[in-house]
């Protein structure tokens, strides 16, 4: 072999390494993107029915918006932490089908305060049904505008005392805004309630919901901390997915990410995405909920309840956490406000929600032993919590980011669920309808 020869033997063999380096060498039926409940419970469905599938997934962990963990040895739950609608619900069922222990979160178990003075119950009882009232039964009356007007006028149409609008104003907050984390303002009057619910009950895992995770990626061939930056797809060919500058191939994708990855454009699809599927993802809202822990050296509070209601401007709210077997309040904040927080130093944030608690019990109340914060906003792997149905949005939103592309490119998770959306259920289905659709 002369010297030239060899020369491009070296470089066949180079370039032959690299290309290896740079995949598996197989080409797979289904890459499923994201280890959330939905990718798994899509892959678990899959793989039973003979696919072979492997799943991307871009953190150190399983699990996306499901993360239940011990702190100062009690279980808490990072993201979801309820199965809400708890009778009739597929992940009761689930539960029950794998014996986990679990118990409820009775709703109606409040206290609430307007500087230091309990609410009588029957006052918040009385303007928070009127106010239901008066929301669905001006619900679909002309073009959809944003909710925060309809509460305006709600507001406005009534005689109420400056303690009533103060309660009404801090009430609907907590009632909605940190149901959907967002501010009202941004909400659908139409649909900001869209879909449907199970009955009665919100379910708690004893030993936190990634039992139910820990069951479902059983059997899956998971590959942690690969982040998938593109995809490229064309009919009758195999679709390339790229992930930590090494290429993947499978016949089929589902992607799973949050819509606030979506939204971000972290991920390229090559040839883009569809107008209108582009335009829903970004017409879609994603809310922001944040949790906070304090964890103090013996109970101060309303022990004998579980939720703490104190009206203030940041729209606080507080859970009592001491049936955990510690002195644990576990308090939430929404929207603008906990993005804004978010990027402040924790003892600032301490000291805001200790600012209402003091307000509410008193100025003697110790500090904290120990704070644990949520920074969902930040989180590059879902930018927010979850899903939230904007002013203008319908349930053909839902469905169009839903809607598969060319049957090559498939998309599930809570957001693409026009019944559940928001929820851990809504993203169990979505998987399991979009794992349906694959096997068709
Ligand atoms: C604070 C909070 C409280 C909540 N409370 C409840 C509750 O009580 N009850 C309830 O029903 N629901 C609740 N939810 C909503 C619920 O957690 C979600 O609806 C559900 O977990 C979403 O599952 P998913 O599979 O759609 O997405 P995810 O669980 O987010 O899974 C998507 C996965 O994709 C991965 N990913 C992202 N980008 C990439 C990339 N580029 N490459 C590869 N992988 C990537 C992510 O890391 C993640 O693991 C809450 C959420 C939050 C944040």
Request: net charge negative; aromatic share 12%.
């Amino acid at each position: 072999m002369n010297i030239i020869s060899k020369k491009i033997m070296i470089i066949i063999f180079f370039i032959f390494g690299v290309l290896k380096a740079q995949n598996d060498g197989k080409v797979y039926d289904v890459i499923i993107i994201g280890a959330g409940i939905s990718g798994l419970a899509a892959a678990d469905h899959l793989i039973e029915n003979g696919f072979d599938v492997l799943v991307l997934e871009a953190r150190n962990r399983i699990g996306g918006r499901i993360w239940s963990y011990s702190w100062n040895d009690v279980i808490i739950e990072e993201g979801a932490n309820w199965i809400h609608t708890a009778t009739g619900n597929p992940l009761t069922k689930f539960a029950q089908d794998h014996g986990f222990t679990t118990y409820e979160t009775p709703l109606n178990s409040m206290v609430a305060y307007i500087n230091g003075k309990k609410i009588d119950n029957n006052q918040y009882d009385n303007l928070v049904k009127e106010f239901w009232a008066y929301i669905i039964a001006n619900q679909h009356k002309g073009q959809d505008e944003s909710l925060d007007k309809t509460v305006n006028n709600f507001m406005v149409e009534n005689s109420f005392s400056l303690d009533e609008l103060n309660i009404l104003s801090y009430l609907v907050n907590s009632e909605i805004s940190n149901e959907y984390g967002t501010d009202l303002k941004n909400l659908s009057r139409d649909y900001f309630d869209i879909g449907e619910e199970y009955d009665d009950g919100e379910l708690v895992l004893h030993n936190g919901l990634q039992q139910i995770i820990d069951i479902l990626k059983h059997n899956v061939k998971i590959k942690l901390n690969h982040i998938v930056t593109n995809i490229e797809y064309r009919v009758n060919e195999n679709i390339v997915v790229y992930a930590n500058n090494k290429r993947f191939y499978s016949k089929k994708v589902l992607v799973t990410v949050p819509l606030g990855v979506l939204k971000s454009g972290d991920i390229e699809f090559s040839p883009p995405l569809p107008e209108s599927k582009q335009n829903a993802i970004s017409d879609l809202g994603m809310g922001l909920l944040q949790k906070h822990w304090l964890l103090f050296d013996k109970v101060f509070w309303d022990e004998d309840v579980v939720w703490i209601l104190s009206v203030n401007q940041q729209n606080w709210e507080c859970m009592n956490y001491s049936s955990s077997g510690k002195p644990i309040l576990l308090c939430f904040t929404m929207g603008k406000y906990a993005k804004s927080q978010e990027e402040l130093a924790d003892s600032i944030i301490t000291s805001d929600v200790m600012s209402v608690l003091r307000n509410t019990y008193g100025q003697n109340i110790p500090d904290p032993l120990d704070v644990h914060y949520t920074k969902w906003a930040s989180d590059k792997f879902s930018y927010g919590a979850y899903s939230y149905t904007a002013v203008g949005n319908t349930t053909e939103t839902y469905l169009k980011i839903s809607e598969p592309i060319h049957n090559l490119i498939y998309f599930a998770g809570e957001h693409t669920h026009e019944n559940y959306p928001a929820t851990i259920h809504g993203a169990y289905l979505s998987g399991l309808r979009a794992a349906r659709l694959i096997r068709n």
